[in-house]
């Protein structure tokens, strides 16, 4: 059913056309959003920009790299000047080459910390301005629970998503009392695109360590975002949301 909860509000989402960013686009159109969806691919790109005007929302797509700041300073322009009552940014987009340490190549590690998490400071460096103006503001990072646990053979993905959890409670210090939060949600096990290829000998192992007895589908992700982008989560900031059925705690 339709929630027009944000009605009024615009938000951009990073890898907001496939996967759990999709996920993310959809929801928030439902909840009355226009959108703005920054990823690479044009064929994904026409489809979520097609069922978000489907909904009788504006649907603004960029294709960028977000790990190349002056591509991000264009879409960001862009997006500013077609939606400017943009004040919610979901920074999603990521990317994983995973390598046990000796065999990580210099290009697998900055290829990661740029599009998982220097896109964010990018990304929140620009679109902060218009927020702080609107006196209303919504940054959402989408980091993982790796960031707070490690993963052998991913501590490029693991340094960058820790990076962001950093990076979240740092925007959420500064920006704090112009009515702009800055939390991040911390997923588990996904099933989406990016873990599509994980064996099903991993797999296995995996679901054993989650309470909740199911890996997680992206809609689970997209409905705590969503309640983060509302004003009724105003008083949360600086948070780490944990979505991953229980796998990590404490
Ligand atoms: P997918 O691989 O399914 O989708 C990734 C999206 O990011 C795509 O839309 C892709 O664009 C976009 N993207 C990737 N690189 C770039 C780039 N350089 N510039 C612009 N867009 C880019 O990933 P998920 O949906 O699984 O993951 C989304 C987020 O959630 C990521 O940050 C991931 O780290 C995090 N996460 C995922 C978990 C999981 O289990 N799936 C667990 C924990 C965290 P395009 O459509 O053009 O290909």
Redesign the pocket.
Known sequence: MSDPGLQGHAALV?????????AITLTLAARGADIAV????PE??ALIKAEVESMGRKCLSI??????PVAVKLACERATAELPELDILV??????RDRLLWRMADEDWDAVL???LS?AFHFTRALTRGMTRRKFGRVIN?????GQMGNAGQAN?AAA?AGLIGFTMSVAKEFGTKGITSNAV??????????AGLTDEIKGAMLGHIPAGRF?V?QD?ADVVAFLASQEASYITGQVLRVDGGMLMG
Not at 38 to 41: D, I, K, L, R
Not at 142 to 146: A, D, E, G, L, N
């Open positions: 990073t890898g907001g056309a496939r996967g759990i960013g999709r920054v990823n690479t691919s994904s790109a294709q960028a790299d977000v790990g190349d920074n999603n987009a990521g990317i994983t740029r599009v998982d896109a989408i980091t993982s629970v790796i993905y998503k911390a997923p588990g096990y996904i099933e989406t695109d990016m873990t997680g992206a992700v």
